[in-house]
């Protein structure tokens, strides 16, 4: 029949020749190929030794800020917590007590804070909605763990240490 | 016979067998590391330096696996599968000459546990034997997937057991000994018998990787078709006798393959070398020399397994009994004109 977009090509199947019969040399071939990559380096990056380099924007585990004088950013206002859309953010609010002041930077702070690694899809969207710039995912990965419960970071694993340390 | 002679005897036994399961354990290593680097990878790295303790947790792991033995299996003969095939996979190191005789003293120590004149014959027999392990064990499993894989190994076994026997017809005409002590002798120096027989050898050797079931004819236990093929239901150290038959199997052919035509402990300068160190060394080096060959025969092995894919099943057939078969009788009527013209 007639192609009508003069784009067919008629493949022509030769019959193969006697050395391509034999597959001998076509295996001496494929052998000298993989002989290459023998010497090769590998490409394995061994992980918990040696780690890729994380891009620039890349998003890891989040950290609560501290201020210039080492005070705790979060007012616990959730808005975080609203903007996740996965949900992974819960926090309890608390007011700041006299004597406090060097430690919470607004009359009111989170007393506790916990996001939910399994449940984070570390799209970013805390630290865009934070008022405060007090979220950051500027953190490695998370490392695995063996329990469910484990993977509910509080405020001890996820608020930056101090300045004079 | 002295007591001291069946002590040398009794002591080299014991040496041959440790040496070749150590050997095959480190076969398992060196499979999963060549064929990380074949394929731009690391390779185990986690047990010990550069992961050299990988074996010895593999084996730990096999013997603390639970046992399992199917409700609708045959119980005896189950056992019997496993058993049958390393056995069948050692025996066969007993007429390989690991090297020439030493000197101590007075006293010749010949570095072969035993040079009976049929010495072929019997890696022969011990060869096919093998497949018995495999078909009882396939057999034995009432899976139509063993049974299956344990079919396909028994009839790949006997299709290239034929060619097999006509290449080695073929040395039998050059060397005129069956004897393997012999055949080795005779390749004094560089006199290799792969130069008088390259197409032998190259049939002998595709020979050997069917008799083995390694790539590019692993058909018995094919993955992809058979689930696991004749070992499917095994399990534990059962499952591992089997997988060390293989490699066991690998360090065997490799060194009949350098006994029969790549000279065996013979390497050129041999004598010189063996003027200069003594009587002791020199067949040492000599036995170094022919383990080399053997590694380098595993290596290949490993190479072919990471570069070529398996054979379809009339694939196989069809190489086996219309191509090996006639190229080598056609070789064994080629060597004997050579023999007769030329000699």
Known sequence: MESLSNKKKQLEIKPLNFWERAYLPAIVKGLSITLKHFFKKPVTIKYPEEKREFSENYRGMHSLKRDEQGRERCTACGLCALSCPAEAITMTAAERQKGEEHLYREEKYAAVYEINMLRCIFCGLCEEACPKEAIYLDGDIIPSDYLRKDFIYGKDKLVESPLNQ | ?343
């Open chain 2, 1 to 343: 016979m002295e007591l001291a002679d069946i002590a040398i005897k009794f002591g080299l036994i014991i040496v041959i067998f440790a040496i070749s399961l150590v050997v095959a354990m480190y076969s398992t290593y060196a499979e999963r590391k060549i064929a990380a680097f074949f394929q731009d990878r690391v390779g185990p790295n986690r047990a010990g330096p550069f992961g050299i303790l990988q074996p010895l947790a593999d084996g730990a792991k096999m013997f603390m696996k639970e046992e399992i033995i199917p409700t609708n299996a045959t119980g005896f003969l189950f056992i019997v599968g496993p058993s049958l095939a390393i056995l069948t996979a050692c025996i066969g190191s007993a007429v390989i000459p690991w090297g020439q005789n030493l000197v101590i003293g007075d006293r010749t120590i010949p570095l072969q546990v035993t040079d009976i004149n049929v010495g072929i014959l019997y890696i022969f027999g011990v060869v096919s034997l093998g497949v018995y392990g495999v078909m009882i064990g396939g057999w034995a499993s009432n899976n139509k997937y063993s049974l299956l894989g344990a079919i396909r190994a028994a009839s790949q076994n006997i299709s290239y057991e034929i060619s097999m026997g006509l290449s080695i017809i073929a040395l039998l005409m050059v060397t005129g000994t069956l004897s393997l002590g012999e055949i080795a002798a005779q390749q004094h120096g560089w006199h290799w018998n792969v130069i008088y027989q390259p197409l032998g050898f190259l049939i002998f050797m595709i020979c050997a990787f069917a008799e083995t079931n390694r790539t590019p004819f692993d058909l018995p236990e094919c993955e992809t078709e058979l689930v696991g093929g004749y070992h499917t239901e095994y399990s534990s150290m059962k499952l591992g006798f089997y997988l060390f038959a293989e490699y066991i199997n690998m360090f065997i052919s490799s060194a009949v393959m350098a006994t029969l035509y790549w000279g065996g402990y013979n390497y050129p300068g041999m004598d010189w070398v063996a003027a200069h160190v003594g009587p002791v060394i020199g067949p040492l080096i000599g036995t170094i020399v022919l383990f080399g060959k053997i590694f380098m025969f595993i290596f290949f092995f490993m190479w072919v397994r990471w570069t070529i894919p398996r054979f379809r099943y009339d694939q196989l057939m069809d190489l086996g009994w219309k191509t090996l078969i006639p190229l080598a009788i056609a070789n064994i009527v080629l060597t004997g004109i050579f023999i007769t013209f030329f000699n």
